[in-house]
């Protein structure tokens, strides 16, 4: 399982440079946006791992390893909830630096921070279990997931979700709903991987 | 490794018989090897037959067996912006037995520039790249699919199999290079 994570570390290498790009610009220009675009950028990573793992036929290599389909199910998720995290504390920071600049009540901005790694998860934990078993074309599901990201930034930003976010419970609510979305998706993810095998 | 009356409809394989011993070659010619080689791996399992390797059935401990074979397929499977030195470090965490001194050794031996993209390899570079990663676990169990037999690769196998706990699988028509021991 170590080993499949440190192979999708090696492959997010080619991403740092644009997320410190990214970070470098989004200061200067729209410190709001950093989370949002880093959710595409993660996003986007993880569909490109299957893409390039494809590309090298890495799934043949793989039937050769002592791997089993939970360690390479799992090696996933163990990702996921890594860039859930990443995520979550690039969100933290930035909410902060709104607090300093606009004085709006921290709680709040802390509670909206997961609005958005959420949303990622729930991407994620859509296309994962597909992305095991089909080749789904990368174009696709990375148009659609941008598309689901902006949409929810752009909804938050408009207050769609104030009464979840005014709720004492959003906290709860919402991280309740990223561990279910994650076990669940894990559980199809692992049937995939059996039907696959047959 | 035992091969039992082994039949795949959907592989095309009819009752395939085989015993492999330690300290021997054995060439598996006139199969699509690549159907071979998932009956061996476990991807696909057989209508009927069984598959033993180490005295272990294929169906239930492939896992533990895998990681005392080494596998080297026809074309390289790794991705081309990985050097040899990442792909050794990606090794060492999922094969317990990795030894990164003998992995470094073979490198060195055939000459390749561990810290060169594997994109700039030839296929025989990438093949005996398969070949290094393939040996540096302990595997006592040796599949090769249609290899690239330079000399220098010839010269390792037969080493390989020297010390008698070994053995080699080689599923290639050019296997009488290495073996008279043919099915």
Redesign the interface.
Known sequence: MKGLILKDLFLFRTYIAHLIFLLIVLSIIEPSLIPVVFAMVITIFFLDAFRRDRIADWDIYLSALPVSSKGLVGSKYIELVLAFLFLYTSSICVAFIEYVNTHLYIATLIKTSLLLPGSMVLVLAVWLPFLFKFRVPFALSVSLSCIFLVAVFYAASRGVFSILMNSPLASTILTGFIVTCISISYFFSIRCIKLKKG | MEVENVSSATLGIKDLSFTLQRGSILGVTGAESDKL??LF?????PDHGDIRIFGLPLSTED??I??N???V?S?G??????NAR?IG???????TNWSEAEYLALISYFMLDSKEKTAEYSPEMQSDLALAAALSHGAQLL?LEKPHLGQRVVDLLLDFVHEDVNAILLLSNDAERLTDNII
């Open positions: 080689l998932n791996l476990n991807k696909s399992r896992i533990l895998k990681e074979i080494g596998v397929f074309k499977h790794f991705h081309h912006e990985f990442q470090k990606i090794l060492s965490k999922v094969y599949i």
